[in-house]
T-cell receptor, first 117, second 109 residues
Framework: GAVVSQHPSRVICKSGTSVKIECRSL??????MFWYRQFPKQSLMLMAT?????????EQGVEKDKFLINHASLTLSTLTVTSAHPEDSSFYIC?????????????FGPGTRLTVL | GQNIDQPTEMTATEGAIVQINCTYQ??????LFWYQQHAGEAPTFLSY??LDGLEEKGRFSSFLSRSKGYSYLLLKELQMKDSASYLC??????????WGAGTKLIIKP
């Protein structure tokens, strides 16, 4: 199956700093990528939909200015957590359906564990 | 509103069979997914159903009834490595995934 990578896999940062997380589709083009956040023992919560060539679509309650999303190419989307605080500590996961929009499967990245001190 | 319901936790014995149920209410429907997620890892794809009926894939099978808004994941010949959370997710009319909270499956020897 298709492969989605994420970098970094784990990051620890100080409160107030910004952290960038990359999501790449390695062997297919993804016009759309999804960013999720998962707190311990909870399910995935969709944060935003990243669209190549246009602005991201944010879910209700997700701050656009805090979670900056840039879909730079058909294989790369980045999520920047700006001015991170301890409550932003979570597991961030991206996913992508195949570029032909056959949504019968979504491929997940391995996730990024963010710890804000 | 849109909603996915599945049991919070289930326990089963190694070698046995377990069925994890999922009911859904969504705005439109474009299919239902089951994912497996081990602690600290991203979900991995198990199955996708869009038509009524049973899809079998090795030890895992998934069933869908669109008229009842109901699906189940059937795991046979349980192994200790099957201990994980199983996430049910429905694709709505906007092709957005609506996720259940997950069912934690505990396998006992």
């Amino acid at each position: 199956g298709a492969v989605v990578s994420q970098h970094p896999s784990r990051v620890i940062c100080k409160s107030g700093t910004s952290v960038k997380i990359e999501c790449r589709s390695l062997d297919f083009q993804a016009t759309t990528m999804f960013w999720y956040r998962q707190f311990p023992k909870q399910s995935l919560m969709l944060m935003a939909t990243s669209n190549e060539g246009s602005k991201a679509t944010y879910e209700q309650g997700v701050e656009k200015d805090k979670f900056l999303i840039n879909h730079a190419s058909l294989t790369l989307s980045t999520l920047t957590v700006t001015s991170a605080h301890p409550e932003d500590s979570s597991f961030y996961i991206c996913s992508a359906p195949p570029g032909d929009k056959s949504y019968n499967e979504q491929f997940f990245g391995p996730g990024t564990r963010l710890t804000v001190l | 509103g849109q909603n996915i319901d599945q049991p919070t936790e289930m326990t089963a014995t190694e070698g046995a069979i377990v069925q994890i149920n999922c009911t859904y209410q969504t705005s439109g429907f474009n299919g239902l997914f089951w994912y497996q997620q081990h602690a600290g890892e991203a979900p991995t794809f198990l199955s996708y159903n869009v038509l009524d009926g049973l899809e079998e894939k090795g030890r895992f099978s998934s069933f869908l009834s669109r008229s009842k808004g109901y699906s189940y994941l059937l795991l046979k010949e349980l192994q200790m490595k099957d201990s994980a959370s199983y996430l049910c997710a429905a694709l709505d009319s906007n092709y957005q995934l609506i996720w259940g909270a997950g069912t934690k499956l505990i396998i006992k020897p």
